[in-house]
């Protein structure tokens, strides 16, 4: 399957998220309940965390949680040199960063493009759908997946499914593999379970994208690995965040 993708038909994302309120005590009350309720679930059996405790994980779970980042990479051959551009949209008002995100994809077409994320399938791609949908907006067409056979949405591509081999049981972090292969860890200044307090506590917007850029690249990398492609030199990122 690699061998017939070009490295210029892919989009690379990826996503940040946080709870959607700052706090667990500022939770809603039936919020704060049906959190409860999650929380009940989802704690180990050698932990004894409580609710509060365990709500700065809210983000990873899109009933709680909201998306305040999505950045997207692509490859471009210009001037004889392959170059990786890298944009993202992001913000506090969801429905916007989502709509800038649906803007830019509007060139996306699942017959000639694919969609690339690490853990995407279990992770960035229904999430995006999810907040779409709480947000009263039109799922666009690559992403209503609903009912579609596996093989008709192998436009989304997955570099853990792709290291997993058909092995279901195992989870490999973007941050080991990318230990493993050689590339620069994109977790040299905050990690994913940072970004709850790096966005509602430190309010630094500005890391967490910065963050997620280098997720992307780290993501480019990976599936250049897979191809057995030398990696895009740095000087050959480009950032398009703001411009």
């Known amino acids: 399957m690699l061998d017939k993708i070009s490295l210029e038909n892919i989009f690379f994302i990826d996503i940040e998220t946080v709870p959607q309120y700052p706090s667990y005590a500022e939770l809603p009350d039936n919020f704060r309940k049906l959190w409860d309720n999650k929380a009940s679930r989802i704690k180990t059996n050698d932990t004894a965390e409580t609710p509060q405790e365990l709500y700065p994980r809210a983000g990873i779970y899109s009933e709680f ?7 997207m990479g692509f490859f471009r051959q210009e001037n004889g040199k392959l170059t990786f551009r890298v944009k993202s949209v992001f913000g506090e008002d969801e429905k916007k960063v989502l709509q800038d995100y649906n803007d830019i994809m509007k060139i996306f ?3 000639n493009h694919f969609l690339c994320a690490h853990n995407g399938k279990e992770f960035d791609f229904p999430y995006i759908a999810r907040r779409m949908i709480i947000n009263s907006m039109k799922l666009p067409g ?3 997946i609903a009912g579609k056979k596996p093989w008709e949405s192998d436009y989304l591509v997955d570099t853990m499914q792709l290291w997993r081999f058909g092995d279901i049981k195992n989870y490999t972090s973007l941050e080991l593999l990318c230990a493993v292969m050689g590339i620069p860890t994109p977790k040299d200044d905050i990690e994913g379970s940072d970004v709850w307090h790096v966005y509602w506590k430190d309010h630094a917007l500005t890391r967490i ?3 997620c850029e280098k997720d992307v690249l780290a993501i480019s990398r990976l599936f250049m690995k897979f191809k057995n492609m030398e990696f895009v ?5 480009i950032s398009l965040t703001g411009k």
Do not use: T
């Open 233 to 237: 030199a740095d000087e050959n990122v």
């Open 209 to 211: 994208v910065q963050y």
């Open 65 to 71: 949680g909201k998306i305040v980042c999505i950045s």
């Open 109 to 111: 077409n699942p017959a």
């Open 142 to 144: 690559y992403l209503d």
